[in-house]
């Protein structure tokens, strides 16, 4: 099972918007934390509902899996006419991304869960195209 399949309502963390991965979840069998984008802490947040009527041993992405989580991302991806993404890509996008806002290789490796620097730089610094997509509300537009 994916993290996707395991992260539980409890593991979000609504007041950073963050969600962490528990050590069973991630390949390293470290814990982290993911932080998210405010656009999706908004939506996550939407579809909880209300804190008093969360249930935080419930799946955080009930409707979801690692499944149907690549078939989204294949959909959208032709619908805006872009090469299609896995969310292994995706990952190394962000990465690279976070690179070149200039956050240090430190944070990023903690960010992901990579303890080795040079592993870190040398594995995620290769797949951005174009250094607009830095610009948020450019991608959002």
Same mark, same amino acid.
């Given at each position: 099972?994916?993290? &996707?399949?395991?992260?539980?309502?409890?593991?979000?963390?609504?007041? #950073? +918007?963050? &969600? +962490?991965? +528990?050590?069973?979840?991630?390949?390293? #069998?470290?814990? @982290?934390?993911?932080? @998210?984008?405010?656009?999706?802490?908004?939506?996550?947040?939407?579809?909880?509902?209300?804190?008093?009527?969360?249930?935080?041993? #419930? %799946?955080?992405?009930?409707?979801?899996?690692?499944?149907?989580?690549?078939?989204? &991302?294949?959909?959208?991806?032709?619908?805006?006419? &872009?090469?299609?993404?896995?969310?292994?890509?995706?990952?190394?996008?962000?990465?690279?991304? @976070?690179?070149?806002?200039?956050?240090?290789?430190? %944070?990023?490796?903690?960010?992901?869960?990579?303890? *080795?620097?040079?592993?870190?730089? *040398?594995?995620?610094?290769?797949?951005?195209?174009?250094?607009?997509?830095?610009?948020?509300?450019?991608?959002?537009?």
């Amino acid at each position: 099972m994916s993290a &996707i399949d395991l992260t539980l309502v409890g593991d979000y963390d609504e007041q #950073r +918007r963050r &969600i +962490r991965l +528990r050590k069973a979840t991630t390949k390293t #069998r470290a814990a @982290l934390w993911i932080e @998210l984008h405010p656009v999706l802490a908004d939506a996550l947040e939407q579809e909880l509902g209300p804190r008093e009527d969360r249930d935080p041993g #419930r %799946r955080l992405f009930a409707g979801s899996g690692a499944d149907a989580l690549r078939t989204s &991302i294949a959909k959208a991806c032709r619908a805006a006419a &872009i090469p299609l993404f896995s969310p292994h890509d995706l990952r190394h996008r962000r990465v690279s991304l @976070l690179h070149l806002r200039g956050v240090p290789w430190a %944070r990023i490796g903690e960010q992901v869960g990579q303890r *080795n620097l040079a592993v870190t730089a *040398n594995t995620y610094s290769h797949v951005l195209a174009d250094e607009r997509e830095l610009d948020y509300a450019e991608l959002l537009a």
